[in-house]
């Protein structure tokens, strides 16, 4: 199994040009766990995770991987250790399904070395985690939606390294997509051990997969913990600004947070809000 | 580590199956047999066809070092110049297929990005004002005349939203390569002393080869071909995006740039010895591509190969459709190539590469 990796943001300011976009943030990633970043769009979610894959230096303090600075680490060291799926990677056109997934043994290839029985090894097993065997042939190009995440999993799994971090993998996905994506990404934390921090949108699906969930607003840490203290009705207000009521979901145990608008509501808003009991 | 060979994932077959799963090497191996062949078909052409017909125990001879005839004097003269067309082919070539990974650009070339024209541009006017005469001197002012042409549309194209994408990369490119040429005009213009050398120089042509002007640029053409080969892996990263690149251990800054120096060395020693040629670093690498795939360690060596033919091949052409006389293979590589730019900007997705 897995060594054990400790990842954490140390005091981490990130700016854009003069706008500052996480300010003198703290956040320890638990090792062996699914950690869920939220928050309302803009608010540093993506950016903090570029950050903590060392494609954006901070502007101050650190990220720190088992005690080092990931900007200070050898960028195959660390590729090697830390995996990146970013919101919209590129399929160069034609590529293959096996060649895409193969490139993810960059970071264990030197610059002359060849392709190796390992690589191919690690290239079959990524494929079939994913259950994308039987594409390995075809044309990214080809493939629907939620076949071309899971190829881009691959990839990313391909790269075997202990801690993955994805931004949003279930956008653009639907329902039983985003469903297969995050089972997928659950098994590999159960099987493998694998670290697994992701950007996500869906605040209750954050809260069926996460065990650890953290709201960012304001360029800081809200709240971070089990999602049952994490997701609440002050979290969803102080976060998104929105008036909700969590319930507790029948399927997961789960919380479950159900917005309030101003429409579709059979008790008037006020008396939701106030947290009376839906008839 | 994870060994991912040892903990399969729920419900699989155990993993521990080097699988058969990656692309076969067959076809690409077939094609490169087959672009081999043709490039040897057409150095022989090239050495035994031009404006004078010569017959074949007069090319033996002439191979053989023999120069007592004409015809063994005009094959002689062949070599070098078959040669030549070969090597500024094969740089062309590679120079545009490094430059379209380096940008993800499926419009990017030498000719398309004015990068051919920075450097003709440094040469005249180094030829015309600053009196340069020895070759090395031609070579690097070509090759700093690219280079500052290069990161110019660069920082051109990249100006206002979404960063340098293919339409204002070639937009730059263009209105850049469009002011070049006029640059270098008012500067030939008025110096009728050289102004004809400049002229034959500047359209592009191959005739007037020799083994000592590729000496001097051997040097300048070895590196470049040595680092743009060398990227290989990191362009197959790059074409991933950016990010992805980073997150696979690539260090994007420094990867592009030593793959665009690479590129830039060719096309401006290309450009010092034979001219700006245009279109061959844009057409040959989307032939190759449709031939062996996007990967760039197979991709990169292709391009050189075929652009060396289609050079030998567009010159053995303009030698023999207008006998006696001889048209430049800059004309030729236009005429083919200007088409197929058309054909590339019309296809529905022009998007990054």
Redesign the interface.
């Known amino acids: 199994?897995?060594?054990t990796h400790r990842l954490a943001a140390e005091g981490l300011t990130l700016a854009y040009g003069e706008r500052a976009v996480i300010e003198d943030l703290d956040l320890a990633v638990p090792h062996g766990r699914i950690t869920a970043i939220v928050g309302a769009n803009a608010c540093g979610k993506s950016t903090l995770l570029?950050s903590m894959?060392?494609?954006l230096a901070p502007r101050g303090g650190q990220v720190v991987l088992d005690g080092r600075s990931v900007h200070r680490l050898p960028?195959?060291?660390?590729?090697?250790t830390?995996?990146?799926?970013?919101q919209?990677?590129?399929?160069?056109?034609?590529?293959?399904v096996?060649?895409?997934v193969?490139?993810?043994r960059?970071?264990h290839?030197g610059?002359f070395s060849r392709?190796k029985?390992e690589d191919?090894?690690?290239?079959?097993?990524?494929?079939?985690?994913t259950?994308t065997?039987e594409l390995?042939?075809r044309a990214v190009d080809e493939l629907s939606g939620g076949q071309r995440q899971r190829v881009w999993i691959a990839m990313a799994?391909a790269?075997?390294?202990?801690v993955l971090?994805l931004d949003e993998p279930t956008t653009f996905l639907d329902v039983s997509h985003q469903i297969e994506v995050l089972d997928l990404l659950t098994?590999l934390n159960?099987?493998?051990?694998?670290t697994v921090v992701m950007v996500l949108h869906d605040l209750n699906m954050a809260a069926r997969y996460a065990d650890h969930l953290v709201a960012l607003a304001g360029g800081r840490v809200h709240a971070a913990g089990a999602p049952d203290h994490v997701l609440t009705e002050e979290t969803v207000r102080a976060v998104f600004g929105l008036e909700c009521r969590v319930v507790v979901d029948p399927t997961s145990g789960r919380p479950l947070m159900l917005p309030i608008g101003r429409h579709h509501m059979t008790a008037p808003a006020e008396a939701l809000a106030a947290g009376e009991p839906i008839s | 580590?994870?060994?991912?060979?040892t903990?399969?994932?729920?419900g699989?077959?155990p993993?521990?199956?080097?699988?058969p799963?990656?692309?076969p090497g067959s076809v690409r191996v077939l094609w490169l047999l087959v672009v081999v062949a043709v490039l040897a078909a057409l150095l022989a052409a090239s050495v035994a066809v031009g404006s004078r017909a010569v017959g074949w125990s007069e090319i033996l001879a002439a191979l053989g070092g023999s120069q007592e005839t004409i015809g063994e004097a005009a094959v002689t003269k062949r070599i070098p110049r078959t040669v030549l067309a070969a090597v500024v082919g094969a740089a062309l070539g590679l120079s545009g297929a490094v430059m379209q990974g380096v940008t993800?650009n499926p419009l990017a070339d030498p000719g398309v990005l004015g990068i051919n024209m920075g450097a003709s541009l440094a040469v005249v006017v180094g030829l015309a004002w600053l009196g340069l005469s020895s070759a090395t001197a031609i070579v690097w002012t070509a090759i700093l005349g690219a280079a500052l042409a290069a990161v110019f549309v660069y920082a051109v194209g990249s100006l206002g939203r979404g960063g340098p994408t293919p339409l204002k990369l070639a937009l730059a490119g263009t209105a850049t390569s469009a002011a070049l040429v006029s640059f270098v005009t008012a500067v030939a213009l008025p110096r009728g002393d050289i102004a004809e050398s400049i002229q034959s120089w500047e359209i592009g042509g191959v005739g007037g080869a020799s083994f000592r002007g590729l000496g001097s640029v051997a040097p300048f053409l070895v590196v470049g071909f040595a680092v743009s080969l060398?990227s290989a892996?990191a362009l197959?990263?790059l074409?991933?995006?950016d990010?992805?690149a980073?997150?696979?251990?690539?260090?994007v800054v420094l990867a592009r740039g030593v793959a665009a120096l690479g590129s830039v060395l060719l096309c401006g020693a290309a450009t010092a010895i034979a001219g700006p040629i245009g279109f061959v670093g844009l057409v040959v690498p989307h032939v190759c591509?449709l031939l062996v795939?996007?990967?760039h360690r197979w991709l990169l060596p292709f391009t050189a190969l075929t652009g060396a033919c289609l050079l030998i091949a567009s010159d053995v052409l303009g030698r023999i459709v207008a006998r006696p006389d001889e048209i430049d293979v800059g004309i030729i590589t236009a005429l083919i190539g200007a088409p197929f730019f058309i054909y590339i900007v019309r296809r529905q997705?022009v998007?990054?590469?």
Not at chain 1, 82 to 86: D, N
Not at chain 1, 88 to 96: D, R
């Open positions: 199994m897995s060594a570029r894959s060392r494609l960028a195959k060291e660390l590729a090697r830390l995996g990146l799926l970013p919209s990677p590129i399929a160069p056109e034609g590529i293959t096996a060649d895409l193969g490139r993810g960059h970071p290839q610059m392709w029985r191919d090894v690690a290239v079959a097993a990524a494929l079939e985690a259950q065997t390995a042939e799994l790269q075997q390294t202990d971090l098994d159960r099987t493998r051990g694998t | 580590m994870t060994q991912v060979d903990v399969p994932a729920p699989a077959a993993a521990q199956r080097p699988g799963v990656r692309r993800r060398l892996r197959n990263s074409a991933l995006g990010e992805l980073a997150g696979l251990g690539e260090r591509r795939g996007v990967d997705k998007r990054e590469l």
